[in-house]
């Protein structure tokens, strides 16, 4: 079994930063992606960004600038700057992994940790 486990998500006022964290543990062969969605109440799940286990990142268009992606072994980082009302959402953490020992791929997601923007 796989977990993932998001801390740092909290309250914050608009223009302001915060660095959201990833750590994904259990039976693991290898993650070859891991990335970031966030959902409002009545809406879909929307992509926030994504870096590959080779570096590479992809970030929805809303967020480009502002928001900077990073990973290390089995644990992804989302840094959060000014940040604005409309970034308020549940974000989620997501990793596509290998397990073992079947090496079969799966996708994970974590428990979700809340993200506020007063403005």
């Known amino acids: 079994q796989v977990q993932l486990v998001e801390s740092g998500g909290g309250l914050v006022q608009g223009g302001g930063s915060l660095r959201l964290s990833c750590v994904a543990s259990?039976?693991?062969?290898?993650?070859?992606?891991m990335g970031w969605y966030r959902q409002v109440p009545g809406k879909q799940r929307e992509l926030v960004a994504t870096?590959?286990?080779?570096?590479v990142t992809n970030y929805a268009d809303s967020v480009k600038g502002r928001f900077t992606i990073s990973n290390a072994k089995n644990t992804v980082y989302l840094q959060m700057n000014s940040l604005k009302p409309e970034d308020t959402a549940v974000y989620y953490c997501?990793?596509?992994?290998?397990?073992?020992?079947?090496?079969?791929?799966?996708?994970?997601w974590g428990q979700g940790t809340q993200v506020t923007v007063s403005s």
């Open positions: 997501y990793g596509l992994v290998e397990v073992t020992p079947t090496r079969n791929q799966y996708p994970y």
């Open positions: 259990g039976s693991i062969f290898s993650i070859s992606r």
């Open positions: 870096i590959t286990g080779g570096g």
